[in-house]
T-cell receptor, first 116, second 113 residues
Framework: AQSVTQLGSHVSVSEGALVLLRCNYSSSVPPYLFWYVQYPNQGLQLLLKYTTGATLVKGINGFEAEFKKSETSFHLTKPSAHMSDAAEYFCAVSVVTNFGNEKLTFGTGTRLTIIP | NAGVTQTPKFRVLKTGQSMTLLCAQDMNHEYMYWYRQDPGMGLRLIHYSVGEGTTAKGEVPDGYNVSRLKKQNFLLGLESAAPSQTSVYFC????????????FGPGTRLTVL
């Protein structure tokens, strides 16, 4: 069974500083990996996803993530934080088994606070 | 396109009462999902549907029932609400599989007293 761990339930960074949100996964088969963002009082929306191919994935709002198989990680980064980035971020992993079954599992989320 | 909509946005129930949450999508998606979100626990899948007339259990199905009589609608029912069902409920849809991008509704905040 797959699982996903987000290190740090709360992260604070100064405006203009690097954003780094950590995500590690476990999976016995090649995973699909996602980052979703949830702004206050809203539903989740997709930031970016990795399925196959290039391991560095670029998403919306200047975010990117790199799939590192050897480290079982999919950390989310942004070079320069903006006040509008304040939100909760969820990493998710999905696998497709040999029987064609799919399961998407979300991490517990990281709340990002931007300090003016 | 409205995307995914949910009604109601807020609801307060007394223990033992019943209610139905409605989810509608206008993207012609095959798959639809109901999640609950609780602090520190992320999103947990309650039930899902892979097409009109189908439903399947997710991770935390107990105490909930669902129906998908029309492709665009997915209903979540609570027959006898309990305080443990106090949560924020999100509906989502995806085109044809769970690994497709999921599109979420704005959520329903339910409090059970």
């Amino acid at each position: 069974a797959q699982s996903v761990t987000q290190l740090g339930s709360h992260v604070s960074v100064s405006e203009g500083a690097l954003v780094l949100l950590r995500c590690n996964y476990s999976s016995s088969v090649p995973p699909y990996l996602f980052w979703y963002v949830q702004y206050p009082n809203q539903g989740l929306q997709l930031l970016l996803k990795y399925t196959t191919g290039a391991t560095l994935v670029k998403g919306i709002n200047g975010f990117e993530a790199e799939f590192k198989k050897s480290e079982t990680s999919f950390h989310l980064t942004k070079p320069s934080a903006h006040m509008s980035d304040a939100a909760e971020y969820f990493c998710a992993v999905s696998v497709v088994t040999n029987f064609g079954n799919e399961k998407l599992t979300f991490g517990t989320g990281t709340r990002l606070t931007i300090i003016p | 396109n409205a995307g995914v909509t949910q009604t109601p946005k807020f609801r307060v129930l007394k223990t033992g009462q019943s209610m139905t949450l409605l989810c509608a999508q206008d993207m012609n998606h095959e798959y639809m999902y109901w999640y609950r979100q609780d602090p520190g626990m992320g999103l947990r899948l309650i039930h899902y549907s892979v097409g009109e007339g189908t439903t399947a259990k997710g991770e935390v199905p107990d105490g909930y029932n669902v129906s998908r009589l029309k492709k665009q609608n997915f209903l979540l029912g609570l027959e006898s609400a309990a305080p443990s069902q106090t949560s924020v409920y999100f509906c989502a849809s995806s085109e044809s599989r769970q690994t497709d991008t999921q599109y979420f509704g704005p959520g329903t905040r339910l409090t059970v007293l």
